[in-house]
């Protein structure tokens, strides 16, 4: 199972490498200060992506279930946190010239990416390919096939990278649901990896013909380093949050204070005193 050392492999690892090169660069180059946070953030991920395309030195040889569970959990669930919470399409933006930068933001506002960048379609993306990976033959596909193993790798960090974005991302989406909606998909996650766990480590309905040692080491792993991933992405979604404070209209203030407001609004612009300037505005202004 292991294709880190296949042609398609190779180049894989190759395009992570020079993600984080350029990465770097653009980090380096940009107008103005990049938080040196971020570009750690970014590196960790590529690293982590290295860390699951090439399990070698791992305690379990490369054809395990586990060695396959724990390249998952890399791969599509904790590398991609990490290369989201790098910012790079905002990077991007800031190191672009304008004119191309207002290209992608369009590209940013189109139909498609509504309806791909929904919380919704990036849990059926990412809930979705591993109730077909294991619960189908799927699974037994990939391991005699190197080039199909890529590309359900591929499948599962483009999924997670996907599903991190629109949960917590820091980059521009062209839509953004609120907080707590975010929350309730990613508890949806959570709970259908429970439950997928448990069914595996049980045998139950999926179609994993390994060893029940190594499958319910998977189930075990699955189930506690899912939660570990997922309770991160919910850390970098509440750290962001910035909740909207709703004054209304007469609930902190008294009676006669808010009488005097009101008419001073319906007071004609003629007859109102006008306000000093600020110091500050005044010496701008000069």
Known sequence: MNHAHSPDGGLLLLLVVVAAVGYDVLATVSRRPWPWWRTA??????????AGLTPAGWPWPAGDFRTH?????????LAPLALVLGAPVTLLLRTLPRPVGRTVGRLLRTRVMHVVAHPVT???LNLGGLAVLYFTPLYVAT???PGLHLLVHVHFLLAGYL???VVAGPDPAPRRPSVPARLV?????????AVLSQLMYAGAYVDLPVPAVQRQGGGTLMYYGGDIAELLLAAALVAGWRPRRRRQQGSREPAGEAASHASRRTMPARTRRPEPMPADHASAVR
């Open 41 to 50: 953030l970014f590196l960790s991920g590529c690293a982590l992506l290295v």
């Open 163 to 165: 599903f991190a974005w």
């Open 69 to 77: 569970m724990v390249q998952h959990l890399l791969v599509g669930m």
């Open 122 to 124: 990036a849990l059926i």
């Open 185 to 193: 998909v990613l508890g949806v996650a959570i709970a259908f990896h």
């Open 143 to 145: 391991v005699r096939d």
